[in-house]
């Protein structure tokens, strides 16, 4: 990771506090960058929210929580020098008043300030409005906007222009975790750091690419966030199209966050639509019902406690989705996610064309075509299937597929892989925009995904169900079938 010499100290401030996010994911990564000394030793975490707490409660449900979520021996004496730098605001998010107890708390000092808004979407303006009214906003402050950004392209202005109000588009932050993963970032070296990949990455040499997000989890509680959501604006609209994005855009001039973003918002613009009269031949949604995972019966999505017995809301979708531009012109980008698969398990696959012609009959009468496997989670590394001969004094020239094998966990036993919250806290302190999404992706994704949501709508369909712990509707094996394609399992 990088060093902290230029990094200035910051005042790094939580709205929402005591909330899910900043339990499991956001006071644990500001422990482990604070651990190995990323994060300057003047700063300060100052811990926002509606509950009345003491600063010795706050501090003991941060060390409660760094404790729970962090998987490593935890450091005693780091941890309390940590804690020492921990304050507590209560704070009426909608009261601007109330932010004067903030600025009293902030007062003094030229530290960076760094808004994490971990809070509703719908109160990022509230919250912008009173940090403005209490001159609490410098040119060199940052604000991070958690997802969702809205539930469709119109809600997405509404709270982009609310938080613009008050900060700049160099100081906005929009994170989408997924581009914090190790391999998600490893995609930019693979494939513009290996001229192996870098010449043959295109319709002259790719046959289709899969991109598979699965979850084994069901709701978890959140029935009224996920099903006013549903699985395509929680996981297509942000996290997949990202890593799309990453995979299908031209080469940056450079490593800079305009020069990125401005290719990967090229690749978002020049998705073919999905309409109404395309839908049912590029999309496929569904709905767990009753099943069984690990052995265990899990119940169906209707049958969640709290759950609208009427609700149509899809856990799973698998699109056909098709990029109008010269490098990938009739190469199919096929993605697929879902809720209560058999698997929590994340992977891109790059399916090269085949062989022209095979002379190796006699071992293989239909030589497979090469495979690159980018495996996002849980075992993150990148997997190669190729052909080689099988050795020995009676093969002539057998061959058979075999895979060169880099597993991060194995290629580096001695260096942590980093959960992507370290790494978006790290660059946010560091003020690099690299790792986080421009207005214009966020709003042009939202106008592809609209457009898929509003012709489901005119059918008036029912998602297709399937039994939890199967890997989705029936119809999905058929979406990719059509084409003389399966899906990998």
Known sequence: MNNIESQSASEIVIFGAVGDLSRRKLLPALYQLDLVGLVNKDSRIVGVARQDMSEKDFKA????????FVKEAIDDEKLASFLDRVIYQKLDFKETDSYKNLAATLKGGNKTRVYYFSTPPAIYGDIGEGLHQAKL???????VMEKPIGHCLESSKVINDHVSKYFKENQIYRIDHYLGKETVLNLLALRFANSLFTTNWDRNCIDHVQITVAESVGIEGRWGFYDEAGQMRDMVQNHLLQVLSLLAMEPPADLSADSIRDEKLKVIKALVPITRQNIHEKTVRGQYSDGFLDGSPVPGYLNEEGANQESTTETFVAIKAEID???????????????????????????????????????????PANK??????????????????????????????NALDLSFSETYKDERVADAYERLFLEILNGNQSLFVRRDEVEAAWVWADSIIDAWASTNDKPKPYAAGSWGPVASISLIARDDRQWVE
């Open 61 to 68: 449900f941060v060390e409660e929580n760094i404790r729970n």
């Open 137 to 143: 906003i410098h040119a060199g402050d940052r604000v």
């Open 325 to 367: 531009n010269w490098r990938w012109s009739g190469v199919p980008f096929y993605l697929r996610t879902g809720k209560r698969m058999p698997a929590k398990h994340s992977e891109i696959v790059i399916h090269f064309k085949k062989q022209p012609h095979n002379i190796f009959k006699d071992s293989y009468s239909d030589l």
């Open 372 to 401: 690159l496997t980018i495996r996002l989670q849980p075992d993150e590394g990148v997997e190669l299937q190729v052909m080689n001969k099988i050795p020995g004094l009676l093969s002539q020239m057998d061959v058979q597929e």
